[in-house]
T-cell receptor, first 115, second 112 residues
Framework: AQSVTQLDSQVPVFEEAPVELRCNYS??????LFWYVQYPNQGLQLLLK??????LVKGINGFEAEFNKSQTSFHLRKPSVHISDTAEYFC?????????????FGGGTRLMVKP | SAVISQKPSRDICQRGTSLTIQCQVD?????MFWYRQQPGQSLTLIAT?????????ESGFVIDKFPISRPNLTFSTLTVSNMSPEDSSIYLC?????????FGPGTRLTVL
C-alpha cells in the first residue's frame, strides 16, 4: 500500500520569500503525484500533477514541483509567495493501475505567509 | 471532466441522530469514493462505492456507522449514523475520469 509523508505540518514564511513544501511517498509500484490547495473554508483545488514526462511540473499560481524518483519525493516550490498563498497544501499519490483514481493524501502542510 | 455536487453543503446535528449526504456526478462513473476530513486534519478514505455491489470500507470504518448506497452510475449517498461530536468533519465525495480525480465541494457536519 502507498503512503505519503509531508514532513512539515506548518511552514511560516515572509511575503515575497521563496518556499518549499516537502512531500515524500512510499509505493511498491509506479505512481502519479498531485498537489492540492485548500483555502480556509473552501474545497480542494488541484495545483499541479505529475503523470509522466518532464519531472518538473508547473502548476497554477506560480507553483511548481519536481518529481524525484530515486528519492521518492515530490516537493512543491514557489520562488516568491504572497499573502494570498496562505492555505493548507496536500500532497497526494495514486498508484498506476488503481481503478477509479483513488488518492492517498499526506497529512497536509499549513503555509502561513506573513507580511 | 466531471462536476460533482453534494447535499447538504453543511449541517448541524444533534448527537444520536443520523445524516445522509448525497453526491451527484454529471457523468457516469464506475467508482465513487467517500473521504472524511476531520478538523485540522488531512483527508482519510472512508470507503469505495461501486455501482451494483457492496461498498468496500477502509480500516477503522464500518458499514453500520457509515452505510453507503450506490443505486446508479451517477449517484451515491453516505449516511453518518448515531452521530457523536467526534463525527464533526467535512465529508467529501470523489471520483475519477480518464487520468483525473475530481472532488465534490464537501459537506461540513457539526455534531452537538
Amino acid at each position: 500500500a502507498q503512503s505519503v509523508t509531508q514532513l512539515d505540518s506548518q511552514v511560516p514564511v515572509f511575503e515575497e520569500a521563496p518556499v518549499e513544501l516537502r512531500c515524500n511517498y512510499s509505493s511498491s509500484v509506479s505512481v502519479y503525484l498531485f498537489w492540492y490547495v485548500q483555502y480556509p473554508n473552501q474545497g480542494l483545488q488541484l495545483l499541479l500533477k505529475y503523470l509522466s514526462g518532464s519531472t518538473l511540473v508547473k502548476g497554477i499560481n506560480g507553483f511548481e514541483a519536481e518529481f524525484n524518483k530515486s528519492q521518492t519525493s515530490f516537493h512543491l516550490r514557489k520562488p516568491s509567495v504572497h499573502i494570498s498563498d496562505t492555505a493548507e497544501y496536500f500532497c497526494a499519490v495514486r498508484e498506476l493501475g488503481n481503478a477509479g483514481n483513488m488518492l492517498t493524501f499526506g497529512g497536509g502542510t499549513r503555509l502561513m505567509v506573513k507580511p | 471532466s466531471a462536476v460533482i455536487s453534494q447535499k447538504p453543503s453543511r449541517d448541524i446535528c444533534q448527537r444520536g441522530t443520523s445524516l445522509t449526504i448525497q453526491c451527484q456526478v454529471d457523468s457516469q462513473v464506475t467508482m465513487m469514493f467517500w473521504y472524511r476530513q476531520q478538523p485540522g486534519q488531512s483527508l482519510t478514505l472512508i470507503a469505495t462505492a461501486n455501482q451494483g455491489s457492496e461498498a468496500t470500507y477502509e480500516s477503522g470504518f464500518v458499514i453500520d456507522k457509515f452505510p453507503i448506497s450506490r443505486p446508479n452510475l451517477t449517484f451515491s449517498t453516505l449516511t453518518v449514523s448515531n452521530m457523536s461530536p467526534e463525527d464533526s468533519s467535512i465529508y467529501l465525495c470523489s471520483t475519477g475520469l480518464a487520468q483525473e480525480t475530481f472532488f465534490g465541494p464537501g459537506t461540513r457536519l457539526t455534531v452537538l
